[in-house]
């Protein structure tokens, strides 16, 4: 019975990674995948994660399943990182959560969960958003709605057109997916003013935000990268949330995450809990411990979190350093377009606003690789490679 499924095309960052590992090319540059890389081009555990696996092989001391809300000192210690110690939601432990299988898990049990609360919901995205997030929603079986989000001839956010399309098309009880910040892939977030008009509107028409929140740390900090999230736990009754630790604890192979659901109510919240825990016991049963177990060592040793805390800062700081070195680089290179607005992208992605046919010829004659849109991982520059990379940018243009 095989034989009747067809070969399905390669996925786009993947088949882009095999491309660039067959270039002989000595100096070819690659800013596709997106994980973090540091100056030497290697993506590191942080030193605060290695310490936390030195901990936890000489504590752990059974490999019995895990409960199925998942390593209680992971999920409580992330939802306090997210929403800050004593938030009331917290505090009137309103909020069911599951530790899942990195965001792509968590993303996928609340959208099951949305799904059974509401099968009729839509749920708007981010035009563009991050490819995984169409197909990892609609298997859930979800209705899925752009709304306008970036506007490539301006390199900027179309806020006003983002709230028009929401008020004019979406109804109450729909979705709306929201990057919690660093959006993917343009790199270009809200205002906070644009995130507080942004929740009044939800709030009027009763849509739920649902946030995906997989750089915390990676924009402006890790306080400030929450704002956007705890504004809406603030203003709104309920939010569905899905985070993901493969970035900020460089933990991707681990699958660490975690998905949560606030609502209005402890009552409301156990039915919930055991709704999610149902949901992940028909897939996978139960999470990996591992990713989760050394998320909790680290939150949890005070001097393991402010070493982390600063490994976080240090690869935000390298990122806005690059950023800023790749903007003055092409100045001086002379190129006929002003890359300004790269500076004031958040994260680990800028769509540099250029087109397909451009992104192929510095592919095809300079070695350097990135996706079609035009999407940098801003980690796959270096000091080392800035030059040429800003030398073929400017030879497109
Ligand atoms: C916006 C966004 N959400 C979620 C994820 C999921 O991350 P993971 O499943 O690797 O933890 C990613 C990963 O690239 C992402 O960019």
Known sequence: MFEVLPQLPADPILGLSAAFKADPNPQKIDLGVGVYKDEKGLTPIPTAVAKAQRILLETEDSKTYIS?????????????????????????????????????????????????????????YSDPTWANHIPLIGKAGLKLEKYPYFDKATASVKFDEMIDCLKANAKAGD????????HNPTGADLTQEQWQELASVLADKGLL????????????GLEEDAYGLRLMVEKLPEVALAASCSKNFGLYRERTGLAALITTSKVVKEAIQTQIQSIARAIYSMSPAYGGALVDIVL?????RAEWVAEVDAMRERMKELRALLVTKLAEKGANKDFAFVNQQKGM?????????QVLEMRNKHSVYFVESSRVNIAGISKENVDALAEALVSVL
């Open 209 to 220: 935000p649902f946030v995906d929140i997989a750089y915390l740390g990676f924009g402006d």
């Open 68 to 124: 199925p809300r998942g390593v209680p000192g992971f999920v409580d210690g992330l939802l306090e990182l997210l929403l800050g110690k004593g938030h009331p939601a917290l505090l009137e432990d309103r909020i069911a959560a599951v530790q899942a299988p990195g965001g792509c898990g968590s993303l996928s049990i609340v959208s099951e969960l949305l799904k059974r609360c509401n099968a009729d919901a839509t749920v708007w």
């Open 175 to 182: 979705i709306v997916l929201l990057h919690g910040c660093c």
């Open 349 to 357: 992605f800028s769509f540099l606003c250029i087109t397909p046919e």
């Open 300 to 304: 949890n040793t005070p001097d393991l």
